[in-house]
């Protein structure tokens, strides 16, 4: 992973260093080196005990990378509390003994830098910086920020803010994308969970440098992601100013398994995009603030179906008639939005196989699920298009929803029956009924949790879970061992996605990949 690979970009890499000890924190800087890092971000208020002068010798005599040196005070959330005199003496030290570049806050950089007039080694760097936890402020006063950091005679701008909606990180964007007109050298971050893309994109737009955490749980601050999710995930090195972003809406969003699908397979056949998790509290305005046509396509999964495709220009005839979108393109051309649902071609297919396998059916004209009793739990967007789905094969659907009135709406626009989710427990007009739960109900984290008692899993002959993660729901689990066949949510989950590939990219999917990128789950 070292310099010599091809760079689209020269956003940095720095691995924040935190550790109690200097020996921890030597140790760590040789593994930041190994994830591929460009820098490291050494934290000196992480220290359990610090003497200047000895330990910033070693620090920087045994990193085998270039070092910038934050001595984060409490005040701008780090863990220093004592003197302010000393902090910065330390890191006027810091500069003596040969750091690459050092952090001061907004606050104290006047003087600071006042201090080292005159004295500053040929490419030693100060950066700046202000941490806003509470939100992202307004662009107006985003850009009123940098230009304060700037006056302070800050070499490299830094500004982390907090995002409240992913709406939030498009002004962090249109700042770093300003900057480079100004050819000031910024650092653009959004923190939190809804600011997760800030990390990854940043150098599509700029950004002077990405953090990245050499240990999954380690972060110095929220939402960091690792080294190794950016540079062998997110491709990191390869996102340039002309990169198509891609992603799914969701929320939660954390779980997919769809980045790991779809960057690996751009990067297999050598397109130029990104994929990423894209949570989201509102579509209409999510759609709205990422309006360029470089953000170019979109999956889109629970609960966001229904709504996103009221955003679309135009929707494909089977996703009107399900009323949920799980595909949303932009057109290069006009930046319009046109909605697919390709969700129900993937678990349909998925369930005939099943059917087929397992009692050795010939494949006939008939659907194997032609005259079956197909029960659907859940009336949400998934729900819709499996029932659809089913129902255009000629099977007899049910609809089972905790809230009644939902499933028999459904039911009434599809041509099917309604019960209760508590019903399901002694549902049982014939055997060898199919079963399909299209709920979140066993997802990750909750994985004990399942929509049907056991016992009542006798009256069915296949029983599918939409969940993929984990594989095996405990929904499947408890299927199997009362004989039924079982069809997991990553079979739904690799044929939508199929389709889904080719309108993002316009190229047949690697199929044989993705099934091999999907064994490994």
Known sequence: ????????????????????????????????????????????????????????????????????????????????????????????????????????????????????????????????????????????????????????????????????????????????????VSSVPIIAIVMGERGFISRILCPKFGGFLSFGTIESGVVSAPGQPTMKDLLTLYNFREIGPDTKVFGIIGKPVGHSKSPILYNEAFKSVGFNGVYVPFLVDDVAKFLQTYSSIDFAG???????????????????????????????????????????????????????????????????ADSPLAGKLFVVIGAGGAGKALAYGAKEKGAQVVIANRTYDRARELANTIGGDAVTLADLENFHPVDGMILANTTSIGMQPKVDETPIPKHALRSYSLVFDAVYTPKITRLLREAEESGATIVSGSEMFIGQAYEQFERFTGLPAPKQLFRKIMAKF
């Not at 939100?135 to 800050?154: F, H, M, Y």
């Not at 399900?322 to 993937?346: E, H, L, Q």
Request: net charge negative.
């Open 1 to 180: 992973m070292g310099s010599k690979e091809i760079r689209k970009n020269q956003t940095l890499l720095c691995a924040p260093i935190m550790a109690e000890t200097v020996d921890k924190m030597v140790i760590n800087m040789d593994k930041a080196k190994q994830s591929g890092a460009d820098l490291v971000e050494i934290r000196l208020d992480s220290l359990k005990s610090f003497n200047p002068y000895e330990d910033l010798k070693t620090l920087i005599k045994e990193c085998p990378l270039p070092t910038l040196f934050t001595y984060r005070p409490k005040w701008e959330g780090g863990q220093y509390d004592g003197d302010e005199k000393k902090r910065l003496d330390a890191l006027r030290l810091a500069m003596e003994f040969g750091a690459d570049y050092i952090d001061v806050e907004l606050q104290v950089a006047h003087e600071f830098n006042e201090s080292i007039s005159g004295k500053k080694p040929e490419k030693f760097k100060v950066v700046v910086s202000s941490h806003n936890y509470h939100d992202t402020p307004s662009v107006e006063d985003l850009g009123n920020l940098v230009a304060r950091i700037q006056e302070t005679g800050a070499d490299i701008v830094k500004i982390a803010t907090t995002a409240l909606e992913i709406s939030d990180v498009a002004r962090i964007f249109q700042i770093t994308v300003h900057s480079q």
């Open 298 to 364: 979109f999956s889109c999964t629970i609960p966001h179906k229904e709504d996103a495709l009221k955003c679309c220009d135009e929707v494909d005839p089977v996703a009107k008639s399900i009323g949920a979108v799980n595909c949303v393109i932009r057109r290069p051309t006009d930046g319009k939005m046109f909605g697919y649902n390709t969700d129900y071609v993937g678990a349909i297919s998925a369930i005939e196989d099943g059917l087929q396998g397992s009692h050795n059916i010939s494949a006939t």
